[in-house]
């Protein structure tokens, strides 16, 4: 979270004339809720489940920029589900600007409602990077122009499509 994934995204989109999905938005959307009640309603497992639904068959299959919340790609079989449907490209950003971001929006972030948020993010992050580094092509999004982020994105899609379409006209994943 606070990487600028819905922001990057819909600039890409833009860019390249694809439509852009963000999970977040679809999802309240589906559920008639924000995000933050669905946690406070139905729990996180809820809100999980309707992240998988969201990869499997809640955005279109072609010419779609994809911006997924920060957890999903966390959950078992979530990568391998992302890798294939398309391009897996991971937005990337230190703790510092993290926090500075997240903090801009502390309602919509529902892990983050909590007495100590910063400690909550810090260890998120800890738990999560590792995960985020081995989801695709990584790149950082610290003190960087939106343009650049997003030419940046395009040049890694351009170059990771070929590859994806030639590795799935074989049968292969």
Not at 52 to 66: M, N
Not at 112 to 136: F, M, Q, W
């Amino acid at each position: 979270m606070g990487t600028g994934k819905t922001t990057i995204g819909r600039h890409v989109a833009q860019r390249l004339g694809f439509k852009c999905a963000d999970s977040d938005y679809v999802i309240e959307r589906k559920a008639g809720k924000p995000i933050a009640r669905i946690f406070a309603e139905d729990g996180e497992a809820a809100f999980r489940r309707l992240e998988s639904w969201f990869i499997d068959e809640g955005h279109a299959p072609e010419r779609q920029v994809v911006a997924c919340g920060g957890g999903l790609v966390v959950q078992p079989g979530m990568l391998e589900k992302l890798a294939m449907r398309g391009v897996v490209v991971c937005l990337h950003a230190s703790i510092e600007s993290i926090l500075a971001r997240t903090k801009r929006l502390p309602s919509v972030r529902p892990l983050l409602d909590v007495d100590d948020p910063d400690t909550r993010a810090r260890a998120l992050y800890a738990e999560r990077e590792a995960i985020y580094r081995s989801a695709g092509t990584v790149i950082l999004t610290d003190s960087r122009p939106l343009a650049d982020i997003a030419a940046h994105v395009i040049r890694v899609w351009r170059r990771e499509a070929e590859e994806f379409v030639r590795r799935h006209a074989r049968g292969g994943a």
